[in-house]
């Protein structure tokens, strides 16, 4: 089986998962499956589906995905217990699924792909803006997904797209020696086969 | 396949795994596997080790597993933002590779298990007492397993063992319609082929 994938995920409730193609580039994006579940007290909650997850996990984990790369997660003091809880709990919950069907996992701190990308928080802004950042970036090396990633709220698909980018980049060969993230200059998508470096 | 085991975990760090003879009343006790990974600031914490705790998840999952029986786990106001997402991320992590395995899964809550066992925290008793409380009522029901509670640290196997034994007398019917958690009266272990609130 040829290897064709890298997966990217952003991590949560509201997150998404990007397939990239190693080859050709063009990605494809999932959002994570959420459900609606009952609470004791009568209302209802927003959570990852446990089952629905895992049966997107396996669907993903062919012999043609090389690798996993998920952002590493860790409590911090900007977010409430309650998020920190249900942001562990899904980053748990993907490293399970994952692992059990054998393809290999890597994880990358948010410092780190952040900075490959320059996508460094100014003083004063918002996390909104950060996100919206992140979109921005993503279009700009992957204009062919503009319509994937066309509305403010594609920020969770940029970072998922950014973080399997990221992957591709700095993890491939590890799996795949020969590998050269940045080939040739072709006409289309030219902006993403050239380092980063240059485009930012 | 005869269905033989019944599978209560106490998530956590420093958790525990119990799987229960479901005929014999039996126990057997599977510490949390824990490994120490390094910080980025060159020290090391102690965290579940994914890799080991898929291995021991599957060697559990055979076809005589009938159902595991989880602790319901979220965030609450007691514990640190480091603390809740360890638990999190734990439990997120035994579901994912619980499901992977295709064994059936079910969560009670701690106030339900507790309950049942009248297991109460009156006023001014500390974390401390509470689990040595856990620890004496499993002891009640499972003398035989003395050896494997005998010391105060053992209440995460305790727990792990009340709750299978929870999920063994309310949930065991729902696989096994025949299943009768209270038969009969035997010389060894006769307590624990009573209802609970003959004993507490």
Redesign the interface.
């Known amino acids: 089986v040829r290897p064709e994938y890298i997966i990217g995920i952003d991590v949560g409730v509201s997150g998404a998962i990007c397939r990239l193609d190693i080859h050709r580039l063009t990605v494809e994006f999932f959002d994570m499956p959420v459900g609606r579940f009952a609470t004791?007290t009568g209302g209802t909650y927003r959570r990852v589906d446990?089952?629905q997850l895992?049966a997107l996990i396996r669907k993903l984990s062919g012999p043609d995905t090389v690798v996993y790369v998920l952002e590493y997660?860790?409590?911090?003091?900007l977010i409430s217990?309650?998020t920190?809880?249900?942001?562990?709990?899904?980053?748990?919950?993907?490293?399970?699924?994952?692992?059990?069907?054998n393809r290999p996992l890597e994880t990358v701190?948010p410092v780190e792909w952040k900075k490959a990308y320059h996508l460094i928080k100014s003083e004063g802004m918002t996390q909104r803006e950060v996100k919206e950042m992140s979109r921005q970036t993503a279009l700009q090396l992957f204009p062919s997904a503009y319509e994937l990633l066309k509305r403010k709220q594609d920020h969770n698909r940029a970072e998922s797209l950014l973080i399997a980018e990221f992957g591709r980049r700095h993890s491939l060969r590890k799996y795949i020696p020969s590998y050269q993230p940045f080939r040739e200059k072709s006409n289309q998508d030219q902006s993403i086969l050239e380092p980063i470096a240059d485009i930012c």
Do not use: N, P, V
């Open positions: 004791s446990d089952e895992k997660q860790q409590a911090f003091g217990k309650a920190t809880f249900k942001l562990a709990d899904c980053f748990g919950l993907l490293r399970g699924l994952i692992i059990s069907t701190k």
